[in-house]
């Protein structure tokens, strides 16, 4: 009888024991998983570079006007089908409209709906020189009155969504000179850079929100002398990151020698396929070199800055200088080897890359739906997942997602050898041209 009392005592002993033991590890975890999702303590250091944070440039518009805003619903619809994609940091470019302060409100509300949800910003604020957009020539050393406000306006997003908004960056291909419509001079984002790093310091914004301006790799040094100017190198040390922009595709119509490289295929019989392949290899090294033009500059400066990836993108589909009767560069096929070879690279190198960009936008050329800026987009404005994503696709992480009422499907049906037949080897304009 003794013993019995006795193992029955063991035997609550081992059970209180278990309990506690659960307890303890239940308590752990939670701890564990509230630091992992304080999305208010982890800062642009840790996410930049990051490859469990990956980038894209966003845009939400479904219409061929930036007069239909997208509603609160379908930025929420967006944030769903990029983050299963595994996209946690997106870029935005103004907040004059109420696209950027509607997202914001959107990612919010995703973050009561789930803790554990995660999507960052990097804010654009507008920056354009005197008279820009209108029917008087541009004043290209003054700049616009409405950069103030602009300004202003970011600074009060950024305050008011500090889980959210980690990097404001100062305009967007404002400093390159063929931007002719608007571009400023170099001082003028130094201003507005060295404006809001003064805010951080007096505590007016948070302390270890990140400043930048996104900009063409020439404005960043890698351009040529026109570019070399003090207020550049005073920028490059003001601001606490660089992010540059880098297009191939664009060159292969501005400068294509490194497309149109006919030398390529001298004693050889390679496939049209063969030789798209090795154009899209250029491409990717075009853009790496682009990339080590700015990292070269800024080292001759003895800075030690991160240089970053604000935008490059490659079109799906176009038909004018980068088209079929162009440079032959745009299909669904070389975007998708152009969109995982940059990924493939930077997340290697810890660089954070914003793709451009996640869905098509018809505004962009609204008189020509054919034209290339309308079909950057790794979906369709219907939600359709383009060559470059399939493997999502076929891997079920948009499953139960909808754009437009639509579930995400693949463009062309799935069928490879459609997508196939649209990608034409670019030399054979060379062979067309020299017949």
């Given at each position: ?34 630091v992992v999702n304080n999305s208010s303590s982890i800062t ?309 890359c914003f793709f451009f960009e996640a869905f098509d936008e ?74």
């Amino acid at each position: 009888m003794k013993k019995r009392v006795k193992n029955i005592s063991d035997y609550r002993k081992v059970i209180s024991i278990v309990f506690i033991c659960i307890v303890l590890i239940c308590i752990s975890s939670c701890e564990s998983k509230k630091v992992v999702n304080n999305s208010s303590s982890i800062t642009a250091k840790e996410i930049l570079g990051n490859p469990e944070y990956q980038a894209i440039s966003y845009g939400g518009y479904r219409h061929s006007t930036r007069e239909k805003q997208p509603t609160i619903e379908e930025l929420k619809e967006d944030m769903r089908i990029l983050s299963a994609m595994g996209i946690k940091l997106l870029r935005t470019y103004n907040v004059q409209l109420a696209h950027t302060s509607n997202l914001l409100k959107a990612i919010e509300s995703l973050k009561v709906e789930d803790p554990s949800f995660e999507m960052y910003v990097m804010l654009g604020a507008w920056i354009d020189c005197k008279n820009a957009w209108t029917e008087l020539p541009p004043d290209h050393d003054v700049e616009s009155e409405a950069n103030a406000s602009e300004i202003d306006r970011a600074v009060s997003l950024a305050n008011q969504h500090k889980d959210i908004v980690k990097i404001i960056a100062v305009g967007n291909e404002a400093m390159v000179k063929w931007a002719t419509s608007y571009y400023v001079q170099p001082n003028v984002i130094l201003k507005w850079v060295n404006r809001l790093q003064k805010l951080k310091k007096d505590g007016l914004l948070p302390a270890d929100l990140w400043i930048t301006s996104s900009d063409n790799f020439a404005s960043w040094g890698g351009g040529g002398d026109e570019y070399h100017v003090p207020a550049l190198d005073s920028l490059i040390k003001a601001v606490d990151f660089i992010s540059m922009h880098t297009y191939p595709m664009h060159d292969t119509h501005h400068n294509p020698e490194f497309w149109l490289n006919a030398s390529a295929k001298e004693g050889t019989s390679k496939s049209d396929k063969d030789e798209v392949d090795a154009a899209m290899n250029r491409a990717k090294v075009y853009a790496q070199n682009q990339y080590q033009s700015v990292v070269k500059y800024v080292e001759r400066l003895s800075v030690d800055k991160p240089i970053h990836i604000g935008e490059t993108g490659w079109a799906s589909f176009s038909d004018g200088f980068y088209g079929p009767e162009g440079a032959r560069a745009c299909d669904e096929y070389k975007q998708a080897v152009y969109y995982k070879d940059m990924r493939a690279w930077t997340n290697k190198a810890g660089i954070s890359c914003f793709f451009f960009e996640a869905f098509d936008e018809s505004w962009k050329d609204a008189n020509n739906v054919n034209g290339s800026e309308n079909h950057f987009g790794l979906f369709t404005v219907y939600g359709k997942a383009k060559y470059a994503i399939w493997d999502l696709v076929d891997n079920g992480v948009f499953e139960g997602l909808k754009r437009n009422n639509n579930s995400i499907t693949k463009t062309f049906e799935g069928d490879k050898n459609a997508v196939m037949e649209t990608s034409l080897n670019p030399l054979e304009t060379v062979e067309l041209e020299n017949n």
